[in-house]
């Protein structure tokens, strides 16, 4: 299938993402790089917190999310970033041993007025749990090369 | 962590800042964000940013580290005065997330927090949420970063 343009993101179309388990062991190990609070380091501390037993960090979470879409829908795209991100919600933990999904559903989509090249794409990401449980929302805008944009730069190169 | 009454709205600190490597910012995103101008010098030069720089999420990620490494040192403070330590939630999101500029090999960023809003959590009734605005300049004075978090602060016993 070739890459996706920004004309392709339809409202309403889903993608999902391949499963990945997320172990212990990395659970700690990036939380010990960067958010080593003792809920996300330790089982212990972990029971005595609001989480109950050892979760990820959300920031692991986003990451996590960030890595499932970039080898699915963003690899088969003309994917240009994100100026930022309008809300992410963590709903629930991120245990270890789970196996999660990433699920993107194309809210709507606006072409850029500054640069008529590219286009902005409004998601839903969520992180799915093996249950279909929802643990994490995001919710982001970004830029995709327009179909037209792409057939003129080839024009360019093969002319 | 103070306890949730004894937080103001307005209350500021710079907690901490940090120097991104090429080393570590080509680790971050071979591990969570594999595009070309994450990765390799020469595919940065021919991408929008001119340039290697760090993930946007590598650049928040750090925000949360020295979050927690200014809270750990403003404890071992509070400790040593003999004060009480409150006890620090989890967070329930963020948003108005924005990478303003970006980060390049050599920026140092110095992050800072700036609190919002306090209200008293509806559902639990031994903790505040607290509300800030974070953010992140490099070395120029640029903005790097900002967006508005909220946490679960524990209240005072008492004072429900």
Known sequence: MPPRHWEDFIPGSVFESEPRRVTREEIVEFAAAYDPQPMHLDEEAARASMLGALAASGWHSCCLLMRLLSDGFIAQSHFMGAPGIEEVRWLKPLRPGESIRARATVLEMRPSRSRPELGFVKFLFELVDSSGACLMTLRVSPMFARRAAADASRDEVSG | ?160
């Open chain 2, 1 to 160: 962590m103070r306890f949730f009454e004894d937080i103001a709205v307005g209350d500021q600190a710079e907690i901490g800042r940090h120097t991104f490597t090429a080393e570590e910012i080509k680790a971050f995103a071979t591990r969570f964000d594999p595009q070309p101008f994450h990765l390799d010098e020469a595919a940065a030069a021919h991408s929008l940013f001119g340039r290697l720089c760090a993930s946007g999420w590598h650049t928040a990620c750090l925000w949360m580290r020295l979050a927690v490494e200014h809270r750990r040192r403003e404890d071992a403070e509070r400790r040593a005065r003999g004060e009480p330590v409150a006890a620090l939630g989890i967070s329930p999101g963020f948003r108005d997330l924005r990478w303003l500029n970006p980060v390049y090999v050599g920026d140092t960023v110095t992050y800072a927090t700036e609190v919002l809003e306090l209200r008293p959590s509806a559902s639990r009734p031994d903790w505040g949420i607290m509300t800030a605005r974070n953010t992140g300049t490099n070395q120029r004075g640029e903005p790097v970063l900002s967006f508005i978090s909220s946490v679960f602060v524990e209240r005072r016993k008492g004072q429900r």
